[in-house]
């Protein structure tokens, strides 16, 4: 290939090295395998490869309207070919009564087949030996510069016909090849461009997604390994900070799924090493209970414990709730956010350093340097995808060994991605609601049903409930999502007219004060209705309100709805969520409400959200290149994904360093992987 092709095959799709055009893998292969008859082709068949005689070559129409017709023929019948495009080729290269080998799409038109362009070469050419036809993708500044999707099926043949097996060197140990039944690399190379068969093809990609997913699954047994050799606090007792919250102060019997979660806690404290454990619970699942009495071990073992959130308001929200929770057995909670200053600020990090407090809540005013703890056991951070590692990694410079670490999230992760973006944490999972809860209608309804809506919210405050409406954030321009915000409250206050009703409303352009005073007034039941944005989104708990009402609904991603919808069905009441959108929504938005109306299950929102918008999208790590896979599919291969994390947690129990003669070719391969990776960037 000469230097200007190279050089746009390099910036269209990166493709510099033999390797990288190797693993330009076809998006899809036409099925040569098999000669079809004329009289087996039924309207839905699609590409098919005949074998017969071409007849009546002829030109009609003019100019730009110039067609070649022909007729094609077996022994089952005929069907017509048609060329609009070189047409000095088919005139000059195709003979009347000639036999030949046609491949093409099968058009039906009202009963009659035609197929358009069809591939035609003579029976015994090459490249019209059966199997199957590579397809690739290509772009349209290299299909201008001649390298169209059929050149690359050329370019990568000649490359095998150079090459021989040992250019593709196996780097999975034999036992694994033998145990999962996986076909060597070369083969598995050569197959997924030039399969023999479906079967052989299958084969093929199930050996290339499982070194993929491998690939990962090491490098992720790898940093797990890192993480638990980390030598930690021990929190042999169980005191009497805990026995007495438990049997005096508890308001409610923890679920099975919160004492299972607190016993994986108190195993992981008593191990001499570093606990790194996500809690996964789905909003409402009594996540907070379950935080407050991990730091009461902390405590019970002469430890302090800090609980980050990451915002001003979550955390007050801690600060409030958990307090309750603890001032009836004496403990001293303290808050540290931004708006903590002078002498609260300096009380404060005294109290810190001299270990008189005992529990302090707060955003990342928490990591800062001036805050020095006298003896911190363990940090709680919740909604961890809203920090980063840097983070969490400076909570444990905090005390002379890194303190245990626990992570809430209410975004239910499924399986699969937690098992890749958090693959050096442990996950517990509290899968149960406390008993009593109803659940919440959600019900979609376009624009025109506003009055209507209206009315059912004035109805619902008439109860004494409590309302949320919420705005989307278009994130593009502040100035415009303030302004739709403003727009928004106009008119919520034109249907709720202000001698009647109390209106708070919070966004993101109030400073911290302001939007803690509109807070409030909701929170304790002085205004009716709350205007937001998503700042609400995490963890705001008002139990009395119960309906929450989205407005541009479509706007929002599935995870983000149903993150919103939490914020009601707290309290003992019915509660409800309306999803108010345009009526002339896209399919897939129509999809999303009603998914979001037909379920409530977060992990079943969570899985759809990603099958619908891919991994990348949910989770914010397409930017970082993080989950871009090759052949291997998230979703799809849970499979695969879980044999592969057996098999590397296996290896590296077994051989850390990858020492042994039968994992070096491995190691070189995950070294070479290294480079490319950012999964230690992660979680
Ligand atoms: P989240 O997991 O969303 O943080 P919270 O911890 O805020 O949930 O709990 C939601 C509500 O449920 C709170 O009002 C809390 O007091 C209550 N709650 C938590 N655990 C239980 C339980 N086992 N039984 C009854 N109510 C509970
Ligand atoms: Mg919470």
Known sequence: MGPQRAELLKKELEIVTYEDLLNHFPFRYYDKTRITKVAEIRPDTEYVLLSGKIVNLFEEGQGRKRRLSATFYDETGSISLVWFQNLNWVTKNIEDYGQYVVFGKVTDFNGSYS????????????????????????TARLTAMGISNRSFAKLTHALFSKITPQAIPEILPASILQEYQLMPRATAYHQIHFPADELQL???????????????????????????????????????????????SLPFDLTGAQKRVLREIRTDTTTELQMNRLVQGDVGSGKTVVATMSMLLALDNGFQACLMAPTEILARQHYQSVSELLEPIGIKVAILTGT??????????????????????????????????????????????????????????KNTRAPHILVMTATPIPRTLAMTLYGDLEVSVIDELPPGRKPIKTIHRPDRYRAQVMGFLKEEIAKGRQ????YPLIEESEKIDYESLMAGYEQVKSWFPEHLYKIAMVHGRQDPEERKRNMDRFVKGQAHILVATTVIEVGVNVPNASVMLIESAERFGLSQLHQLRGRVGRGADQSFCILLTGSGISKESAERMQIMASSSDGFVIAEKDLEMRGPGDVYG?????????????????????EQCRNAASLIVRNDPKLLLPAHAALREALRAAAGQSHWNKIS
């Open 202 to 248: 299958q084969r093929a990609r199930f050996r290339l997604k499982w070194e993929e997913l491998f690939i990962m699954q090491m490098q992720i047994a790898n940093l797990r390994l890192q993480h638990t050799v980390q030598p930690g606090f021990l929190f042999t007792k169980v005191g009497e900070y805990f026995n007495r919250f438990y049997n005096e």
């Open 340 to 397: 903590v200053k002078g002498k609260d600020r300096k009380a404060v990090l005294n109290g810190l350093a001299d270990g008189s407090i005992q529990i302090v809540i707060g955003t990342h005013a928490l990591i800062e340097d001036s805050v020095r703890f006298h003896n911190l056991g363990i940090a709680v951070v919740d909604e961890q995808h809203k920090f980063g590692v840097g983070q969490r990694a400076r909570l444990w410079s």
């Open 467 to 470: 309302v949320y409406i919420v």
């Open 115 to 138: 197929i358009t362009h069809p591939e035609v070469e003579p029976p015994s050419a090459a490249g019209t030996a059966p199997g199957m036809q590579p397809v690739y993708s290509s």
């Open 621 to 641: 790590t397409r930017q970082s290149g993080v989950l871009k896979l090759k052949v291997a599919d998230i979703v799809k291969d849970v499979q695969i994904m």
